[in-house]
């Protein structure tokens, strides 16, 4: 997925776009000043943000409704639509609910598929690149080799309610 000599804008909103790319993402790096956005909005702007800088292409990260509704804003446009973290699918609308929703609906209109997951690549159809949270992880912090510690993401809505249950095990595999 090479961009070449075009500059990516980005836009904070969970997003980030150029006049040739769009790029969205609900990274906090804009929140902990990692990067400075080129530009602002608020999720209920990204259509007249998108309709304004006519992207050639729309790069959507994930599951989200800002995703969703970057893609289909881009999608309207003539964009071409780019799922990073596509193919991943659970079959149950109800669970992760929304997120099975919107990531089924971001598919169905991107024209490339970039998979965390060899097996959501054969789902959908897409290419198999690697998780880029662990990518990103190992990229920064090089391997992890030494013993007592543990990198642990718990993000899913689902997951809050059971945080202590997911505490408790971390608990218990630190005691073997």
């Known amino acids: 997925m090479a961009l070449g000599h075009r500059r990516l804008r980005r836009i904070h909103s969970a997003s980030t776009m150029s006049s040739s790319f769009c790029f969205v993402n609900q990274s906090k790096d804009i929140h902990e000043n990692l990067f400075v956005p080129d530009y602002s909005c608020e999720e209920c702007e990204l259509e007249e943000t ?14 989200t409704r800002t995703a969703l509704r970057a893609a289909l804003y881009g999608f309207e ?62 990229e920064f912090c090089g391997p992890i080799t030494n013993k007592g510690y543990a990198v642990v993401t718990v993000h899913r809505t689902e997951n809050l309610q059971r945080l202590p249950e997911i505490v408790k095990q971390i608990k218990e595999y630190e005691g073997n």
């Open 77 to 138: 446009s003539g964009a071409e639509i780019v799922h990073v973290e596509a193919g991943l699918r659970t079959f149950d609308l109800k669970s992760p609910f929304p997120e099975e929703g919107y990531r089924q609906m971001i598919d169905c209109i991107a024209t490339r598929k970039y998979c965390s997951r060899p097996e959501a690549a054969k789902i959908c159809g897409g290419t198999y690149v690697g998780q880029n949270t662990i990518d990103a992880l190992m």
């Open 50 to 63: 998108i309709k304004n800088l006519e992207p050639e292409r729309v790069i959507v990260f994930g599951d």
